[in-house]
């Protein structure tokens, strides 16, 4: 096994562990919420998806032009596997 999939690895089982945290997290944070069934899926759907934006912007804060070009096209191709 080469070092970058060692690596990989690592990242996949923190990324799994880091959304099962976060899926509980916005879970409770919008328990006040009245909202029941297919529209609270909704809004943790959401919720999520808003999070992970949240971070991702947080991440790269700073970086250069060309540098998120690259990162959008890598994060498209990714997409298009995912949606083949």
Not at 6 to 33: N, P, R
């Amino acid at each position: 096994m080469s070092k970058m999939s060692d690596i990989d690895l690592i990242a996949q089982g923190v990324a799994d562990h880091c959304m099962e945290i976060m899926y509980d997290s916005v879970y409770w944070q919008l328990g006040g919420q009245p909202l029941h069934g297919d529209d609270f899926n909704e809004l943790h759907s959401y919720v999520m998806k808003k999070a992970v934006e949240n971070m991702f912007f947080s991440l790269f804060k700073g970086v250069t032009y060309e540098s998120r070009l690259k990162i959008t096209n890598k994060i498209q191709s990714l997409l298009d596997n995912i949606n083949e």
